[in-house]
């Protein structure tokens, strides 16, 4: 890839929407407190970078590279993982508002979503074996198709999965969120 290659280095409080960030590959990373909403990460490469209180709203990610990158305390509304580099994704997301984002065909095996909002998120067809919904509103989150098996989803909310559209064995919920698998018969839990 053309571009420049960054390692190991700190960007504050950076307004990227104003001055866009210079393509290429960055290693080590950090972003603090940044603005990327409505940019172009297009064919970036973010590789053990870490986002901070960044707001990534609505980037187009199209070939965008994220390997081992941790989000955490940002604003990621709307944003459409599944054009992302599939090769080698791995994020983390810590106490993030990911909103009307789509995940949509992605392998995302042994992914952690902590303390998150995921409201009306699209997982279809999306494989999170093995993943861990660490007290996150999954309310109207989309699961259609998708791969749950090994799943944790005990200390999360607001989901409704239904267990013949989509792989669930060994998947973990707790008592209270059982009512969650079976909303498609509309009856009354108490």
Do not use: W
């Not at 104003?18 to 290693?27: K, M, R, T």
């Amino acid at each position: 890839m053309d571009g420049v290659y960054v390692e190991d280095k700190i960007f504050e409080k950076n307004n990227f929407a104003e001055s866009p960030l210079a393509q290429g590959d960055y290693e080590g990373c950090r972003f603090i407190n940044c603005n990327f909403s409505d940019t172009d990460l297009s064919h970036f490469n973010f590789s053990e970078c870490t986002f901070t209180g960044c707001n990534l709203s609505m980037a187009k990610l199209v070939k965008t590279s994220f390997q081992d990158t941790k989000f955490k305390d940002c604003k990621l509304l709307g944003l459409h993982f599944f054009d992302c580099n599939s090769f080698l994704f791995t994020v983390d997301f810590d106490n993030c508002h990911l909103n009307l984002a789509s995940f949509y065909k992605l392998k995302l095996k042994k992914i952690r979503f902590k303390d998150s909002s995921l409201h009306e998120v699209d997982f279809t067809e999306t494989d999170l074996s093995n993943s861990i919904f660490d007290n996150c509103d999954l309310s109207r989150t989309i699961f259609d198709s998708t791969i749950l098996e090994r799943a944790d989803l005990r200390t999360s909310f607001d989901y409704s999965i239904d267990p013949e559209l989509n792989r669930i064995k060994k998947a973990r919920f707790s008592t209270a969120g059982v009512a969650g698998l079976l909303d498609k018969y509309d009856i009354d839990i108490e």
